[in-house]
């Protein structure tokens, strides 16, 4: 057993599972891969020979002998519980929930669905107004309507934190007919919320508390690291699994807890909508390995990738112009705990900008950063690092800040709390699906946006489909494009314009 199940009823329904070494669906997926079955179904390539050469190279050849479609007997399809079946139910007993889905479009089809089930067309759902971008895109599927509750901002920095519970509790008496709260919970840069405080906060105004912990598939494995938001007493959460663990990209999980504040077959229901009909089983087997290393071995790997990682925090903290933004961060409002396995760096005492730490970074030594900012690069660490790794990292940061340090500081490109308090004049899905016009971007102000733009920094989606434009997002958005910074979800990358919604009808 894992930490994640400690003090987490057992799941509620579904088929008995074994101890968690096996990996069913995995298992069922290479013996059906390798056993020289007559395959006249799909896919066309059927299970290798039909492939590009260069795609056998790339991907290999026992990939694609994995790669099956579903419906095939003794994976999915047979005898209750199938193979499938026992996947999924050893993954909710993994991760501490009553049930969980495997899911082959990100943690985003996690959010599409979460919206679809909780905030049907009409109905009010309290939002942490810095979510990603999918929750906003599941209104736009499922026309709910959002009400923001404003995350904690760090303006010396210019990123956003946590949702603390005072704020949480303001939002839901501000919208009492909301039907559910959607915080996150740990944020890009590792910080992670008061679960407990806003599970109560929530549960006392009568709505389930569903925490986004995309950045956190590892959290509840190892001491060093929090809980599960399940386990602190959220009613469901999202592992974006492929991002800090061993499964493919764009695989995920979507777990409801026991508590029975949400209906897992509506969950189920809505997944049912949004999930192909022919998903990938090597997304979906990986899944289920992942699931096995974090259970059997994730706590000593944590520990070993904690112990590296902390060889190379402390050669980093003596770096001359560059700060850790870590552990010495827990306490303020926003920020209840922290992941140790993202490396944040405040570069402003470089004179640099962490664009250009990025850059000279990469260029001299091959080191890809996740994300600069203005003021900051963020590092994830993976489940499994070496300590050779991480010293010869913190060495490269060391040569890099020493040859490219200027006289004087940084700035961070500091917004402020109010600017992410835009008028929601319409709703997402009226905006979205409305008819649109392309503007330049100097025209923009007071108009209604089609677009959700999030910039990083500060990891905010600046505007929403359906929010009033000011001009006080349109020049910061704009300073955000001339500075290097990636805005996502623009159609104009460079920010020259932008899809507002036609006034003339
Ligand atoms: C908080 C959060 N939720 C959801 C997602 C979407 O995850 P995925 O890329 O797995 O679809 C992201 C992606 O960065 C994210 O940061």
Redesign the pocket.
Known sequence: MTAANEGVPAPAAGPPVPEQPVAPYLDAVMEYAFRGAARYHVPGHKGGPGADPGVIKAIGADALAADVPQLIHGIDVGPSPTPYERAEAMAAQAFGAARSWF?T???????HALCLALAPLGSRVVVQRN??G??VDGLVLSGGLPSFVIPEYDEELGITHCVTPGALAAALRAAPDASAAFV?SP??YGMAADIAGLGEVAHEAGVPLVV?Q??GPHFGFHEALPATALAQGADAM?T?T??VTGSLT???MLHVGGSGRIDAESVARVLRLLRSTSPSSLLLASLDGARRQLALHGEQLLHETLEAIAVARAKLETIEGIRLVDSSLVGRAGIAGYDPLRIVIDVRGTGCTGYEVADALRRSYDVQVELPTQATIVLVVGLVESTGALRRLAGDIEETVKRIAKPGATAAIAGTAKMLMGEMAVSPREAFLGEAEVVPVGKAARRISCESIASYPPGVPQLLPGERISPEIVSHLTRLAETGARLYGASDPRFRTIHVLREDG
Do not use: E, I, M, R
Request: proline share 0%.
């Open positions: 899911l479009n990100g943690a985003t089809q996690g959010n979510s990603h999918s929750v996150v944020t890009y986004d995309a950045w999202l974006s492929h991002k764009q695989s995920a």
